[in-house]
């Protein structure tokens, strides 16, 4: 699907400038034929011997290899591709375009050598990766470069700012699909000296298409001299800052794409009238209400603004924009009866509304709209059947309607809408059974009922009569699925993602064995007990979640023919038995380990080769022992990793601590002894870890301080340095694909005694800075320098052997919401300091030897005796011991009683950190699990696939 899209977006640009090059060669001339140089000649000959013919390396269906054909015993001014000036026969057009180019591009290359080139596109080939070459500088008389979707990586060399002739430059869609890494997305990065370079420079521009290249600064304001500007595209290009308000003003413009740069910010102005016909802003910090003189941008035919901050009203006077055909405000905050602006534009033929605070009320004039193909009314409360006047909209090719409250079954004049190629009615109280005439929408290529109250029985035999379908979700719902007799026509069938969670599926239904298309099989929570082993052999699979199932017996090694998996899913089943060995190893894309929950025994797999792909890896609660094995130094992208409640006999794995992504990692409840410290030539600086529990182990020795020290990322305050790389990652290596998929984000349930927090929204993650060492034999004293761990939220040190004093500086630690000290040795005052947390939820010192008065103010108000019982000396309102004379003190009986020290105490404040699945099942929802922005994203792609 993504060659679909890159298409389209290719077509757009590249058919958009085409005809430049010709303009440059109109003048026909009556001169006598001249052969062409022969340096010039030898250089093309040259360039074409560097490449190999692969028909792979392009993407348009109509590409050819233009470079076959050259030969020196003709004139190389009528080779395919080539232009030469009629006069001085120079070369001065080069058109290589999808020909197929594979390979290394010599930074010499002899291309760079035809300085008379007015014209060269180089654009959809594949140069591997190399970099754009600097002699490219030599061809100042160059108006149209096209470079996109070449596979050229790295900067992008300053001499580009040297061609001050371009009017066109094209250096977008470089983008990479075979890695599964979002930081890998974007191939190609321009300075931002250097983009100002191109601006001061070229400033005959009227297209300067840079998508998908990253930027990753703010745009100068110099953007508005280039008052040539026709088309702006910075899409994907990392963003960030106030967008120059003025490139808006600018009097050619037509086309601004800056979609997906999530910290650009911007306001519409005040327009004025222009030329403008495609603003896209989707997916970016863009703010404030739609400006009412909006209204004059009379050539506008595409306004698409979703994913942005904007709220209000939608102003009248978009009534005047007769030309506007998409409209999509998605994932805004727009309210009121937009009917006075659009209900007479009955033109539009796509129309996304949904996600805002619109009422049904007020969009029931869509009926109207007799040509509309695609309309999202998600979240809009229907309150009733899906709405009668989707039933007029026959053409409808495109119709979500998630999370409205739809309710009754779904109707039978669904199947009036025969042109429906995606159908999303998830997360709605739908009941019934999937009607017949459901079955008549032979265009469906996607479709999701998921989360909703369907019943019945189904045989998924009737879904393979969708001879287009490729997503098909029904997870979450009552239904009784029939696997269906594999029959012959189910070969046929492209579904390539199959969702059937929470289905009452016993076994894994027959019929998947024959979908030689699938990619993502998502069976959770269901009660199938056994895998076939015909699942190993269905090497198209990416992606496998079985989990919350009742699967018994071993993994067979056999798994580890799936090549190309990327996420595999097993957790909460029975399994036992061995961990195959080869399963670090088996696939190098694989990204997502997930096996927690089993009976699982022996050892982790010991081999994790460079170069690996693994982001995840959760082991926790089985019974694995042994050693970690030392080649996890070998997950360079490892983000999570999770071995809590096995058996693991080890020392403190000190040496992941150059592990650049490490972020969480949870070792509790284990066998793990010995100093927390650092050997060798390792930094330990842990450079992205905020979450780290090692409770419930054997480590002993003193408090780590020179550990701690060394620690980067709980010292930042600002949380946003936390980038994951997992949304980005699904974008890429699924949904980049087009279609969504279920995922778990990264979540966990922080459960403690009287605070339960779930954290399963991304953002939430990235703000949990935690340490829990409880439940070990750490001796020797707190340091001050603990204060110096700024981001911390969580801090559980209890059930240790810690003596001295709390360190007052722990009152600098801003962000505490939770502090637990309990079951030491402690000593000494509670410092007043720590009255400062004002964001303190949960205390607790109990037991230890902490002595004179409890502080009263602020927080610790709030606190029970419980968080200071067991310390004799203490005393305070919280306590029966007050602090009122010496001479009472002395003679009252200790505090509290001893009685809450039960079956509780081994666990006071007992950090456990669970990864809890969430979700519908339904890859509809992910997207609001991982934000709107990835929502949309894809969104995006879908719309421009259809
Ligand atoms: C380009 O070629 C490289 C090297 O073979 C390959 O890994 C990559 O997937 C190709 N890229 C595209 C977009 O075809
Ligand atoms: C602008 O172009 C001139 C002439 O090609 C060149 O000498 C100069 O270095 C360029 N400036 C930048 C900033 O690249
Ligand atoms: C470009 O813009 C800046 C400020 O916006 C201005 O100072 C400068 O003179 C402009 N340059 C040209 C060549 O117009
Ligand atoms: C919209 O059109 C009406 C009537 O043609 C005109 O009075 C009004 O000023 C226009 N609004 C804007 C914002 O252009
Ligand atoms: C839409 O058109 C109808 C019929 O021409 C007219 O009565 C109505 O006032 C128009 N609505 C708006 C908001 O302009």
Known sequence: MVFVWSLVFLVQ?????????????TCLSFIQPMQCHDEESHALLQFKEGFDIKKFASVNPLSYPKTTSWNASKDCCSWDGIKCDKHTNRVIRVDLRSSQLYGKMDANSSLFRLVHLRSLDLSDNNFTYSQIPPTIGELSQLRYLNLSRTIFSGEIPPQISKLSNLLSLDLGLNIDISSPRSSAVNLLQLKSSILRGIIQNSTKLEMLQLSYVTISSTLPDTLTNLTLLQALSLCSSELHGEFPVGVFHLPKLKYLDLRYNHNLDG???????????????????????????????????KLSISGCHFYGNIPSSLGNLTQLIY???????????????????????????????????????????????????????????IPLFVANLTKLQYLSAQKSNIKGEIPSWIMNLTNLAYLNLAQNSLHGEIPNSLFRLENLERLSLCNNLLHGMVELDMFLKFKKLTVLNLSFNKFSLLSGKSSSNVTESRICVLQLASCNLVEIPTFIRDLNDLECLMLSNNNITMLPNWLWRKASLISITISYNSLTGQIYSSICNLKSLVRLDLSFNNLSGNVPSCLGNFSQNLAILMLKGNNLSGLI????????????????????????PRTLVNCRWLEYFDIRHNNINDSFPFWLGDLPELKV??????????????????????????????????FSGNFPTEMIQRWKAMKTCSTSQLQYEQEAFYFQSLNFKGYWTETDPYSFTISNKGLVMVYNRLQEFFNMIAIDFSSNKINGE???????????????????????????????LSNLESLDLSLNKLSGKIPQQLTQLTFLEFFNVSFNNLSGAIPQNNQFATFLDNSFEGNKGLCGDQLSHKCLDHARLSFSSPSASDDDDDDDSGSLFELDWKVVLIGCGSGFVVGVALGNTFYHQVLGLLKRIF
């Open 267 to 301: 306001k519409l102005p005040e327009f004025q009238s222009s030329s403008l016909t495609q603003l896209e802003l989707d997916d970016t910090g863009f703010y404030g209400t739609l400006p009412s003189s909006i209204g004059k941008l009379s050539s506008l035919k």
């Open 665 to 698: 990692l949870d070792l509790s409840h284990n066998k793990f002894f010995g100093d927390i410290e650092c050997y060798g030539n390792v930094t330990c600086t842990f450079p992205k870890l905020h979450i780290i529990d090692l409770s419930h182990n054997e």
């Open 605 to 628: 797999p010991q081999t994790y080769l460079l170069g690996n792909s693994l982001q995840m890896i959760d082991f926790s609660n089985n019974n694995l022992q042994g050693q970690l």
């Open 327 to 385: 409209i999509s405000l998605e994932y805004n905050k727009f309210r009121g009866d937009p009917s006075a602006s659009l209900e007479n534009h009955t033109k539009i033929s796509e129309l996304y509304v949904g996600y805002n605070e619109f009422t049904i009320e007020t969009i029931s004039w869509i009926g109207k709209f007799s040509s509309i193909i695609g309309l999202d009314i998600s979240s809009i409360n229907v309150g009733s059947e």
């Open 782 to 812: 707190i340091p001050q320098i603990i204060g110096e761990l700024k981001g911390l939220v969580s801090l559980n040190l209890s059930n240790n052997i810690l003596t001295g004093n709390i360190p007052s500086s722990l009152g600098k």
């Open 13 to 25: 640009f590249l058919f958009l400038y085409s005809s430049f090059a010709f303009a440059c060669t």
